[in-house]
């Protein structure tokens, strides 16, 4: 499997666009770019993560700074943050844009990957995150931007779910 460095560049830039300074994440197959990119780049700042939840500390910390952030997870880490999610962004108004990596969804050959792919909307719907699916590059600008103005005016969470058909090639 191929992960699409041109896929990958389109996000990254569109973050960046956004003002994005800061990103957390922890090593994902769909996200290496992402991670290299974030990591190479003088102007971002990358923090390696020991578990995804650690992310949700983060980018409150950023928001408290005047900063612009986003957390790179695969949704099996979305829903390992959960209780930060809960007990700090959404209690606090902190704006949190996620782009969490789609496993699990139709077409998914990894068979530990399937449970937390049927789990991912539905914990989304159930906890009030807005979110919205990207699965094309002609859509990741615009959906990326959407997702930060909407985060930053709402002062809550919002995630984007990337999927397999924008990060495989």
């Known amino acids: 499997m191929a992960v699409s460095v041109k896929n990958s560049e389109l996000i990254y ?8 300074k800061i990103v957390s994440a922890l090593p994902e197959t769909w996200l290496v770019h992402l991670i290299k990119f974030s990591e190479e780049d003088p102007d971002m700042q990358l923090v390696r993560l020991a578990k995804e939840e650690e ?4 980018s409150s910390g950023a928001h408290f700074a005047g900063l612009k ?3 790179l997870m695969q949704n099996h880490g979305f829903l390992a943050s959960i209780n930060g999610i809960v007990s700090l962004a959404q209690l606090y108004r902190i704006p949190l844009l996620m782009i969490i990596s789609y496993r699990g969804e139709m077409g998914e050959t ?7 792919g049927l789990r991912t909307e539905s914990t989304l719907k ?3 995150i807005p979110y919205d699916i990207i699965d094309s590059a002609d859509s990741v600008e615009k959906k990326i931007n959407k997702a930060a103005v909407l985060s930053e ?17």
Do not use: F, H, Y
């Open 13 to 20: 830039k569109s973050l960046k666009n956004c003002g994005v």
């Open 55 to 58: 992310g949700v500390g983060i």
């Open 69 to 71: 952030s986003a957390m």
């Open 110 to 116: 990894d068979p530990w990957q399937t449970e937390g």
């Open 126 to 128: 159930a906890l009030d």
């Open 153 to 169: 005016s709402s002062e809550r969470p919002v995630a984007l779910l990337i999927t397999r058909d924008l990060m495989v090639e």
